[in-house]
């Protein structure tokens, strides 16, 4: 089974378009945000994802988004990505590598909360949501072209989402200081590009879905490449 099939089988204990997945991944989070540190680097993505996934939650039961149960199916078999990669962490097995930095720096002491959250969005939006979308097109047997208008709508959500992360959890009043290692470092990567990637990557992976060993090695080395971002976004700064 190829990579992209096996995340197509880890999303399958959510039926198609039952939003009610979507209460039962808030309370995921919701239980790792009690069992967790506050300072624990996958604590703070937890709690920024959680806010994100809220959002996303009140939206969808709103009708915000023009295909409201694919939108909800996504939002659920991208978080089911996450939760997985937890699970593993938790169980002494190696997480995909976008996630590893994440869970091995976790409560390293000179990487900041900002740099913890940025790389947990890196991991997620950079290599699971492709592979989420991909999931979706293929249970609900959908085109890219119909996820689309509902990818920008959550992309502007996450965009907004982005500026209020980076000035909560920036340290420090000299915010504007590009001499500073973090501004530097942090100002260095967006949620902008990396969403633009996730979806070229979607298109590419959904081009070769009948090739699986291209599949295979494309899924590969984005994973590969993204965690190297990550690995950087978490040097620390002491």
Same mark, same amino acid.
Request: proline content about 6%.
């Given at each position: 089974?190829?990579?992209?099939? +096996?995340?197509?089988? =880890? ?5 198609? !378009? ?8 808030? !309370? ?5 945000? +009690?069992? &967790? ?7 703070? /993505? ?17 009708? #915000?988004?023009?295909d409201?149960? +694919?939108?909800?199916?996504? @939002? ?6 996450y &939760?997985?990669?937890? @699970? ?9 590598a976008?996630?590893?930095?994440? /869970? ?10 900002l740099? /913890? !959250? ?5 991991a997620?939006?950079?290599? @699971?949501?492709? &592979? ?16 689309? #208008? @509902? /990818?920008?709508?959550?992309?502007a &959500?996450?965009v ?10 920036? *340290? ?25 990637? =996730?979806? !070229? ?8 879905? =009948? ?24 040097t *620390?700064?002491?």
């Open positions: 089974m190829t990579r992209a099939g +096996a995340g197509a089988g =880890a999303g399958a204990g959510v039926r198609s !378009a039952d939003p009610a997945g979507i209460d039962w991944v808030l !309370a995921r989070m919701r239980a790792l945000e +009690a069992g &967790l540190p506050p300072r624990d680097g996958v604590a703070v /993505f937890n709690r920024v994802y959680l806010a994100v996934t809220q959002e996303v939650a009140r939206r969808v039961t709103a009708g #915000g988004f023009g409201r149960a +694919a939108a909800a199916e996504l @939002d659920v078999r991208f978080a089911r990505r &939760l997985h990669a937890v @699970d593993q962490a938790a169980a002494g097995r190696r997480p995909p976008c996630w590893r930095p994440l /869970f091995q720096l976790r409560g390293h002491p000179a990487v900041q909360p740099q /913890f !959250a940025l790389a947990g969005i890196n997620h939006i950079g290599h @699971d949501l492709a &592979l989420a979308l991909a999931d979706t097109c293929r249970a609900r047997g959908l085109e890219p072209r119909a996820l689309e #208008g @509902d /990818f920008n709508r959550i992309g &959500l996450l907004a989402m982005e500026e209020r992360i980076r000035e909560e959890l920036m *340290p420090g009043p000299d915010i504007l200081d590009v001499a500073d290692p973090l501004t530097h470092l942090v100002g260095s990567w967006t949620l902008e590009a990396a969403r633009n990637a =996730a979806w !070229a990557s979607f298109r590419a992976l959904w081009a070769l879905r =009948a090739l699986p060993d291209l599949t295979e090695e494309l899924t590969d080395r984005v994973d590969a490449s993204v965690g190297m971002v990550g690995r950087c976004l978490l *620390p700064l002491g």
